[in-house]
Nanobody, 111 residues
Framework: HVQLVESGGGSVQAGESLNLSCSISGHTRSNYCMAWFRQAPGKSRERAAAIDRFGMTSYADSVKGRFTISRDNAKDTLYLEINSLQTEDSGAYYC??????WGQGTQVTVS
């Protein structure tokens, strides 16, 4: 049974930083691309950042230079470092695997 559990969200002031984590269990985690998606209220879900099994990363234009995605396959954990938070970054953040599994999300609120 595959399970993804996000943590690290919270309420912060604009300009501050957050570090999100996604703990993965239940399958061969390292073989797949992993990604962080986010969804603001009233908006569609967007892929903020992705990392493949080789460590190659890609980012949405809106987060380039502020978000850093990384993975630790030994710890079965995906990370998202978010710097210089903006109010537009508020929303639910989800981690997902390339074969279609999703976490329940962690909320980020920037004021």
């Amino acid at each position: 049974h595959v399970q993804l559990v996000e943590s690290g969200g919270g309420s912060v002031q604009a300009g501050e930083s957050l570090n999100l984590s996604c703990s993965i269990s239940g399958h061969t985690r390292s073989n797949y691309c992993m990604a962080w998606f986010r969804q603001a209220p009233g908006k569609s879900r967007e892929r903020a950042a992705a990392i493949d099994r080789f460590g190659m990363t890609s980012y949405a234009d809106s987060v380039k230079g502020r978000f850093t995605i990384s993975r630790d396959n030994a710890k079965d954990t995906l990370y998202l470092e978010i710097n210089s938070l903006q109010t537009e970054d508020s929303g639910a953040y989800y981690c997902a695997t390339g074969n279609g599994y999703w976490g329940q999300g962690t909320q980020v609120t920037v004021s």
